[in-house]
């Protein structure tokens, strides 16, 4: 069956401002659903968490659905998500936590394709620990992440390797599964930021291999909240600093305050929304967000071959990177435009591009590309149309014809 673009359209309310939302990568836009979950837990008595009474044990409840549904996203245990405002945030609590039992001479390995959310975090808690940093390069050309390098950079003093899903910057989907063989063969754990990949396809936990998987809620419809799933019983293995009178449960010892209950029921019917993109998805809700996500990506890809169709046939254009795998997202410049001033040129015709490095520092620093400006990013989500993107490549078109003024 076809993807149904028009009723997935229909459940986001700000899609009727007209704009052409190409930055999914940095955080998607609200279905009714969900923002009619996060007013309900709004509008309902919510107390602090506590069984005692009803309007506390609500608040139970909204910790629990949350924990659930990003359970059945991932292919995780329940008790194996921690919840936290950010995947940055959850990231550096890891990375300090484990970075604690690193000494001298051990050594952790992070990628150049990486946000920097998945690799400045493990850089700090090396030096802190005086441990060593090992970088896995990517290829310029491509933008893939050769795995075989790994069998070179990890070895037995390994403690940690950080490694995309996807990423943010031109898409790449490296090997993480064969990557995470190589690490846990020499005892190594893995963290794997799934951030950019989750929103683009089914995501099982096991099959990345991934010790720790991160992902955040605001790039696949839901509130700007984030999750980090593992093996429950990884997270009973490690102590992260914390108050002394806040639970010492897992997962609950990893999430530090109190926590945003109304966005936890939004993240929940986020989870909801996924599931239910594929409409003749039967099955319970870890099923029907695979078929959702599935349907999504089929579609998502179509338009991203589109996409990179009418790019290519723009000499104005360069695009980076071309890996095999890769997310609905490409970077690119336009010959006579500075990325910043191509992005607010196409913002004036209501079409929505990020420019600049999007945080994928050490990409872009490794291009050459930085200190120029970067790129302008297209990302494709299920709620784009094969219209938009004509919309995106006719404008490139003229822009191309035009040249920054000075001044913009
Ligand atoms: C690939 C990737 N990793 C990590 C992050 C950081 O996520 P958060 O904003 O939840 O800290 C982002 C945000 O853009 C991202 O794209």
């Not at 429950?232 to 990893?254: G, M, N, Y």
């Not at 006579?336 to 209501?350: D, K, M």
Request: glycine share 10%; net charge negative; proline share 6%.
């Amino acid at each position: 069956m076809p993807f149904d673009i028009a009723r997935t359209r229909a459940a986001y309310p700000a899609l009727t401002e007209g704009f052409a939302h190409f930055d999914g990568a940095g955080g998607t836009q609200t279905p009714q659903s969900v923002i009619d979950a996060v007013s309900a837990a709004m509008g309902t008595a919510l107390g602090n968490r506590t069984p005692a009474f009803g309007p506390g044990r609500r608040s139970l409840e909204l910790v629990d659905a949350a924990r659930a549904a990003v359970a059945d996203l991932l292919g995780a245990a329940p008790r194996g998500v921690v919840l936290g405002p950010s995947a940055t945030a959850l990231t550096y609590t890891l990375a300090r936590t484990l970075g604690e039992t690193w000494r001298p001479g051990d050594e952790v390995v992070v990628s150049r394709l990486d946000h920097d959310a998945n690799v400045r975090p493990w850089v700090q808690a090396a030096r802190a620990a005086g441990a060593t940093v090992r970088w896995a390069e990517f290829d310029p050309a491509t933008g893939e992440l050769p795995t075989g390098q790994y069998a070179e950079l990890v070895g037995e003093r390994t403690r940690l390797v950080a490694v995309t899903a996807g990423s943010n910057a031109v898409g790449t989907m490296p090997d993480v599964a064969a990557i995470a063989k190589t690490a846990h063969a020499a005892g190594a754990l893995v963290c794997v930021d799934g951030v950019h990949s989750v929103p683009h396809g089914p995501t099982d936990l096991a099959s990345t291999g991934a010790d720790f998987l991160v992902t955040s809620a605001y790039k696949w419809s839901g509130p700007h909240l984030a999750a980090m799933a593992a093996d429950p019983a990884r997270w009973e293995s490690l102590h992260p600093a914390k108050l002394i009178p806040s639970s010492d449960a897992v997962p609950d010892r990893f999430e530090a305050g109190t926590p945003s209950f109304p966005l936890l029921a939004g993240v929940a019917a986020a989870v909801d929304h996924l599931a239910g993109l594929d409409p003749t998805a039967t099955g319970d809700r870890r099923e029907r967000v695979r078929a959702g996500l599935a349907a999504a990506q089929a579609y998502e890809e179509s338009l991203f071959d589109r996409l990179l169709a009418g790019l290519a046939d723009n000499p104005a254009v360069t695009v980076y990177g071309s890996a095999a795998r890769r997310c609905p997202t490409v970077s690119f410049r336009l010959a006579g435009w500075s990325p910043a001033g191509l992005a607010a040129a196409l913002g004036e015709a209501r079409l929505c591009l990020s420019s600049g490095d999007y945080y994928a520092y050490e990409y872009f620093r490794a291009m050459g590309l930085r200190e120029t400006g970067g790129a302008v990013r297209a990302s494709v989500y299920h709620y784009n149309t094969a219209d938009e993107v004509d919309r995106l490549l006719s404008e490139l078109h003229t822009l191309a014809g035009r040249r920054e003024t000075m001044g913009r």
